[in-house]
């Protein structure tokens, strides 16, 4: 699932696509907006909401899309081929004299009044890249529940808004706590610096075409996709299981050693928890 910092890449590469010119090309394909035109209108600008992507066009109107799982929004020049999937994927196209954006497997496509985009994002917490980034409030909204797991409420968009599976997994191993511990649990130093982490490492990542969290160039994640492997701090085996209410995959990794605390034991089923909102 794409996660805050490539939202805001592919934000960005619509935007200057897209932003100060006007649409001569209008094709969203689901069936509410089948003989919708939106051609002749000027995009105004394409903005970042957590994982969200708002389009704002002329006449106070927003295209409000979502990735989710493996959507994305590609851009061609004219006469390039299209090259992000077979045609029946294609959700929206929205073209200019110079350039074409394709939104492909978008699950999320909706048309809203600009004054009216709280309906799609009002719900969410404060957005780690955002300009209505609090790291009170987040942590506010974090600590709200206290019993339930950290892995769960970072995923949880209404506390803060960007964090998604592979950013979970080392935001917990950078804390040495796991991501089963209760939020109430954390040790007082790392609860307050935790959001300070979280928009560190979203920020340092909206750059770049790789993610890194490690800051070494032969390894890029401390524990995320690593299973079986060797922990680089101590050398342990990371271990990876399923964190969730049970009606999504999440693979969860940690290091046993350098992350203490509650950890499902191998083959244990799961808690039922409140499924974390996009």
Known sequence: ??????VWQATRRLHNAL????????????PKYALTDLTGR????????????LTRLEGGLTLHSHLRMDGSWKIYAPGERWRGGPGHQIRAILGTEERTAV????????LLHTADEDRAVGHLGPDLLGPDWDP?????????????ALG????????LAGIGNVFKSEICFLLRVTPWIPVG?????????LPTLAKKLLEVNRERPTRITTGRRDQNLFV?????????????????ANQGDGSRERPTYWCPTCQPGPSPQPGAPQRPGPTPTR
Do not use: F, W
Request: glycine share 10%; charged share 25%.
């Open 1 to 6: 699932m794409p996660e805050g910092d490539t």
């Open 19 to 30: 932003a100060g010119h006007v649409l001569t090309l209008s094709d969203l394909r689901v």
């Open 42 to 53: 000027t995009v105004l600008d394409v903005t970042p909401r957590g994982k969200h992507l």
């Open 103 to 110: 939104g492909y497997r978008l699950p999320v496509l909706e």
């Open 136 to 148: 009170d409030k987040a942590l506010a909204n974090l600590l709200s529940d206290p019993d339930r």
């Open 152 to 159: 769960e409420a970072l995923l949880d968009q209404r506390n």
């Open 185 to 193: 649990g954390l040790p007082a130093e790392y609860t307050v610096y």
């Open 224 to 240: 995320y996709g690593r299973a079986g492997r060797p922990c680089l701090r101590c050398g342990t085996r990371i271990r990876v």
